[in-house]
Nanobody, 115 residues
Framework: VQLVESGGGLVQPGGSLRLSCTAS????????MGWYRQAPGKQREMVAT?????????ADSVKGRFTISKDDAENTVTEYLQMNSLKPDDTAVYYC????????WGQGIQVTVSS
């Protein structure tokens, strides 16, 4: 399974960004995908997850601001992370991850929130 991320960049506080991650390869039935982030000097933390059935989970720090969603196609799944009302504390490298059931990680994508 390959994970390819896109989106990210520099945005002002209060702005929005959308991250995408496409998983392709041997994807069957039940799976889970999600986004984690790691800020400089901090541990990697869960941001949001979504199951193949559509159940979502969010870190308390992003609830009400971030939305995770997905689109399914044959042997491909694309997940999205819509990030609104961004804060400087959201600055981090964001990683896409998927469990198919083996766990895979994307290469990471920088999100910088700064004026």
């Amino acid at each position: 399974v390959q994970l390819v991320e896109s989106g990210g960049g520099l945005v002002q506080p209060g702005g929005s960004l959308r991250l995408s991650c496409t998983a392709s390869g041997s994807i069957f039935g039940i799976y889970a995908m999600g986004w984690y982030r790691q800020a400089p000097g901090k541990q990697r933390e869960m941001v949001a997850t979504i199951t193949s059935g559509g159940t979502t989970n969010y870190a308390d720090s992003v609830k009400g601001r971030f939305t995770i969603s997905k689109d399914d196609a044959e042997n491909t799944v694309t997940e999205y992370l819509q990030m609104n009302s961004l804060k400087p504390d959201d600055t981090a490298v964001y990683y896409c991850t998927g469990s198919f059931p083996a766990v895979y990680w994307g290469q990471g994508i920088q999100v910088t929130v700064s004026s």
